[in-house]
């Protein structure tokens, strides 16, 4: 499996015609294997997603439709970043902290992940997080 530890915006490509666009992802856009894709949609404006971060798992966050922000954080340092193009995802190695908030109406959250579920490789309290990226 290819890895890569940098947290990083990838374009996706596109086909645009007068019938629409089409956005494509192949295995060489991302820099892992595809394992499980989940949405989350319908989420309330003052609700937040994530709090979390893997072990394992690398994810590309892309807003399908709507937008929202990403809080990213790898011990040292925290970043928001907004999500509201479907034709761009947010790379997500291993052990990075991530929130997402601040969805807008009618916003589609799309999640690629890496691997299967497997709740023992997340990390769920903030703590621990800080510890283990310590070492």
Known sequence: ????????????PKVHD????????EKDVLPFEIKRVYYLFDVPS????????????????????????VVIDNGKMRKKIMLNK??????IPTNIWRE?????SGAVCLVL?????NEAEYIRDYDQFKNQVKG
């Open 86 to 91: 479907p034709t761009q995802g947010l790379y």
């Open 18 to 25: 007068k019938r629409g666009s089409l956005a494509v992802i």
């Open 100 to 104: 997402i908030d601040n969805f807008s």
């Open 1 to 12: 499996m290819k890895t890569d530890s940098e947290i990083r915006l990838i374009e996706i």
């Open 113 to 117: 992940a890496s691997t299967n579920y």
């Open 46 to 69: 003052d609700s937040f997603r994530g709090g979390h971060a893997h072990k394992e798992q690398e994810s590309v966050i892309i807003a399908l439709s709507g937008s929202f922000e």
